[in-house]
C-alpha cells in the first residue's frame, strides 16, 4: 500500500489547510507568492467545501476547485484532497432531517456548526458516498493530487433510533444470542434481562446508574460506525486511485475513537495537536501525543493540524511566545513527523474561527507569526534529506488502551477523581522529565523488544494482553504497574480477588484487600515520598520485596511499591518528583538510559536516524555538553549556536560543534556526527 513515503519524497510537507472559497479569486495569487516565500509544499484543499461543491441536491460546482488544483499544481505545491463530509450543507438536514444526530436526551443536534451528522444514517452515507465518488473520478488523476484526507476528527455520537437499530446488529454479530449478551452485560442485576432484541436500545439518559458494559459496548460502537464511515469513502477514494495514501485526523487522545483500530486502516496516520502556549507542561502533552502517534504509525506520521498563534475555544486564548511555535514543531520531527501542518493557512476574517490563528494571520505578511512560518519553512527545508523517511528506536514502552479507558470512566467506581488519562500523563511526565524516551503500546502488541514496559493504569486487560504481560517478563524484560491494573475482563466483569490471579502472583500480591482512594488534596505517607489519588490495602507474597510502605494510617506498614523480580506494583500515584526518581531507578536497572546523559531540566534529546535532535522548552539560555564533534544543521555558521532568533542565516550544512552547544530561548539544534 502506498504510505507517506510516496508523498514526500525526501521531504518534510510543510504546509496546511487552506481555505479559499472564503475569500475572492484574486487573494489566490498572493496565497502562492506568500507559500513559495514561506517554502509551503503541500495544502489540504475541500475539508469544510461540501455546500460550495453541492450547493443544491445532485448540482457540482467544480469549477472553482478546477482552477484552484491548476493554480497549486502550478507553482509546485502538493494537494491533499479531503472529502468534505464532515459538515453537510444545510439542505441535507433539511430535507433528510435522519441523517441529523441525536443526544441521549433525544434532542436533535441541527445544522449551523459542523460534525452534524449520524454515523448510523444511510442517507448520510449514500450523500457522502456520492460526493466522494464524483471528486475521486474528476481529481483522481490530476497532478497535484498526492493524498486523499477523508472527513475531519471523526467525533460524532448518535443516540437516535437508526443508531439503536445499528447498535442492535453490532450486538448479534458480536454476541450472537440475547443469552450471551445477558452474560456479558450482567442483566441478572438489577432485573434488566433481555427477551427480545427490539428491547436492546442506545444507552439514553436513565433514572440512575446506566448498566456500564452497556455504555461500555455503546463507545465500542460509535468507534466502530464513524470507522465504517470513513473507510467507505476510503475504499471509494482507493479505487480510483490505488496509487495514492489515505488518512484521517485523529485528534490527541480523544476519547471516542479506537485509534489502535483505526490506524491499522490508514495509509498514513495524521494528528492535531494543540497544546496549550501558558500550559508549562504543554511540551509533555505534546510528547506523548506525538510519541502514541507514531507508534500507531509504526514510523513516521503526519502532524496534521497545529495552531501558529493562539486558538479560539479555551476561555482565555494566549498566542505562542516568540519561538515556541518553532520548538514544537521541531519537536514533533524529532519524535517522527514527516509532515509538519496547520490549521489553517490564512486566518478567517468571519466565521467561529475567525480568533483562531493561521500561517498568515490578520496581520498578514508583516506579522510575526507568518515571518515565523518562513523561519520554520527554511529550518526544514535544511534537515528534511537528512531526516525524512527515518525512524526512532526507544527502550521504553508505555502501554495504552481505549477500551481500559473507556472501561474505566464508568458513573460509579471507586473515585471520581482518577481519570485513565491524567495518570497516562503523570506517568509519561515522569519517563519524559528524566529524558528517557518511549514508544507508546497496546497490551497486546509484541513487547519483546523492550528493555522496560511501563503500565501507567490499564482497567480492563483481556487475557491475551495478560497473557502477553506474562510472557514478556519471562522472557528477560522489566514491567513496572500501576494501581487499578487488571481489574476487569473485557465485558467489565471484576476479576476474581480484585485484580487478576495471574498478575497478582506476577507481582507477588497474595491478596488486595481493599482499595483506598484519596481525596483531592489528601496524601499517603511512604517511605521517601507522599502518594496522591489512591492507596491500596495489599497482603504481599513471601517472594516479594517490598521497595517502599505506606506510613502511618491505617496501612501503615502495608507495601506501596512491590516488587517480586522484575515485576514492579506501584499502589499510589506519587508526587511528580518522586514518580520521576522511582521510574529512572527502575529504567537504570532495566539498562534503558537517556540519549544523553545529564541534560539540563528543560532540554529534551531526541534521536532520529543518526540524527540527534536538541530542544529547550525553557525561556533561558542553557549549555548541553555534546561530547564528540558534531555539525549543528540549524546553526549559525559564526557561532555554532541556535539562539532561537532570526539570524537569516541559511548555509544548507550548518556549523560545527564540539564538546557543547548553546541553546538560547526556545532553541533548537540539529545535530549530525
Known amino acids: 500500500m502506498p504510505g507517506l513515503d510516496t508523498v514526500t519524497n525526501g521531504r518534510i510537507l510543510f504546509g496546511g489547510d487552506y481555505n479559499p472559497e472564503q475569500w475572492p479569486e484574486e487573494t489566490w495569487r498572493e496565497d502562492v507568492r506568500l507559500m513559495k516565500d514561506a517554502g509551503v509544499n503541500s495544502v489540504t484543499l475541500g475539508v469544510f467545501s461540501w455546500s460550495r461543491i453541492e450547493p443544491q441536491p445532485g448540482a457540482r460546482e467544480f469549477g472553482w476547485l478546477d482552477r484552484l488544483m491548476d493554480v497549486m499544481h502550478a507553482h509546485g505545491v502538493g494537494v491533499v484532497l479531503a472529502t468534505p463530509t464532515a459538515s453537510p450543507p444545510p439542505w441535507v438536514g433539511h430535507l433528510h432531517p435522519d441523517t441529523l444526530p441525536v443526544d441521549q436526551d433525544g434532542r436533535t443536534e441541527w445544522w449551523g456548526g459542523r460534525q452534524h451528522f449520524s454515523h448510523s444514517s444511510a442517507t448520510y452515507r449514500r450523500l457522502a458516498a456520492a460526493i466522494t465518488e464524483d471528486l475521486a473520478a474528476r481529481y483522481g488523476g490530476h497532478p497535484a493530487l498526492t493524498m486523499w484526507h477523508i ?16 447498535f442492535r446488529r453490532w450486538l448479534r454479530a458480536r454476541y450472537g444470542t440475547l443469552d450471551a449478551l445477558n452474560e456479558a452485560w450482567g442483566t441478572a442485576f438489577w432485573s434488566q434481562g433481555y427477551g427480545d432484541w427490539a428491547e436492546v436500545h442506545t444507552p439514553r439518559r436513565a433514572h440512575y446508574l446506566k448498566n456500564p458494559t452497556q455504555v461500555l459496548d455503546f463507545k465500542r460502537f460509535t468507534s466502530d460506525m464513524l470507522l465504517e464511515c470513513f473507510t467507505a469513502e476510503r475504499d471509494i ?7 495514492l495514501p489515505v488518512t484521517s485526523n485523529f485528534m490527541p487522545l480523544w476519547a471516542g ?6 490506524a491499522a486502516e490508514e495509509d498514513v496516520v495524521s494528528v492535531d495537536l494543540y497544546p496549550d502556549p501558558r500550559d508549562p507542561l504543554g511540551a509533555q502533552h505534546g510528547a506523548l501525543v506525538q510519541d502514541m502517534t507514531r507508534s500507531q504509525a509504526r514510523g513516521p506520521w503526519m502532524l496534521m493540524e497545529q495552531a501558529a498563534g493562539p486558538v479560539n475555544w479555551r476561555g482565555v486564548n494566549h498566542p505562542k511566545p516568540r519561538g515556541l511555535n518553532r520548538l514544537w514543531s521541531l519537536q514533533a520531527v524529532a519524535r517522527g513527523a514527516d509532515a509538519v501542518c496547520y490549521f489553517q493557512w490564512r486566518q478567517s476574517r468571519q466565521g467561529a474561527e475567525k480568533f483562531h490563528s493561521g500561517m498568515v494571520g490578520h496581520a498578514g505578511e508583516e506579522g510575526r507569526t507568518y515571518q515565523e512560518v518562513k523561519r520554520l519553512g527554511a529550518d526544514l527545508a535544511r534537515i528534511s534529506a537528512r531526516v525524512a523517511g527515518r525512524h526512532t528506536v526507544n527502550d521504553i514502552a508505555v502501554l495504552h488502551d481505549w477500551h481500559a479507558w473507556w472501561a474505566s470512566s464508568q458513573e460509579a467506581r471507586p473515585s471520581a477523581h482518577v481519570e485513565h488519562a491524567d495518570v497516562l500523563h503523570a506517568w509519561h511526565r515522569a519517563l519524559w522529565e528524566s529524558h528517557l524516551t518511549t514508544d507508546v503500546a497496546h497490551p497486546e502488541h509484541d513487547l519483546a523488544g523492550y528493555k522496560l514496559v511501563v503500565v501507567p493504569q490499564l482497567y480492563l486487560l483481556t487475557d491475551t494482553a495478560i497473557d502477553n504481560l506474562l510472557a514478556y517478563v519471562r522472557g528477560g524484560g522489566t514491567l513496572v504497574s500501576g494501581f487499578l491494573t487488571g481489574v ?14 495471574r498478575l497478582r502472583e506476577l507481582f507477588g500480591i497474595r491478596t488486595l484487600h481493599e482499595w483506598w482512594p ?5 496524601h499517603a505517607a511512604c517511605d521517601g515520598f507522599r502518594g496522591t489519588l489512591w492507596s491500596e490495602e495489599i497482603e504481599k507474597t513471601d517472594d516479594a520485596v517490598v521497595e517502599a510502605s505506606y506510613r502511618g494510617g491505617d496501612l501503615d506498614g502495608l507495601p506501596a511499591v512491590l516488587r517480586r523480580d522484575r515485576a514492579w506494583y506501584v499502589s499510589t500515584l506519587p508526587e511528580p518528583g518522586s514518580l520521576r526518581e522511582l521510574l529512572a531507578r527502575i529504567a537504570a536497572g532495566a539498562g534503558a538510559a537517556p540519549v544523553l546523559a545529564d541534560l539540563p531540566a528543560r532540554v529534551e534529546a531526541v534521536r532520529r536516524g543518526d540524527l540527534l535532535f536538541l530542544l529547550n522548552h525553557g525561556r533561558e539560555a542553557v549549555t548541553v555538553e555534546v561530547p564528540g564533534t558534531h555539525r549543528n544543521l540549524l546553526a549559525d555558521t559564526d557561532t555554532g549556536t541556535d539562539t532561537g532568533t532570526d539570524t537569516g542565516t541559511d548555509t544548507g550544512t550548518g556549523a560545527e560543534v564540539t564538546d557543547r552547544i548553546t541553546l538560547g530561548r526556545y532553541g533548537v539544534a540539529v545535530l549530525s556526527s
Not at 518 to 522: F, R, V
Request: negative net charge; contains cysteine; charged residues 40%.
Open 518 to 522: 484519596l481525596d483531592p488534596g489528601e
Open 488 to 501: 476487569a475482563d473485557e465485558d467489565d466483569r471484576v476479576r476474581p480477588g480484585g485484580m487478576d490471579a
Open 257 to 262: 475513537q479506537d485509534a489502535w483500530r483505526w
Open 237 to 243: 477514494v482507493r479505487r480510483a486511485t490505488p496509487h
Open 151 to 166: 472527513n475531519n476528527e471523526y467525533c460524532t455520537y448518535d443516540w437516535g433510533d437508526e443508531a439503536a437499530a445499528r
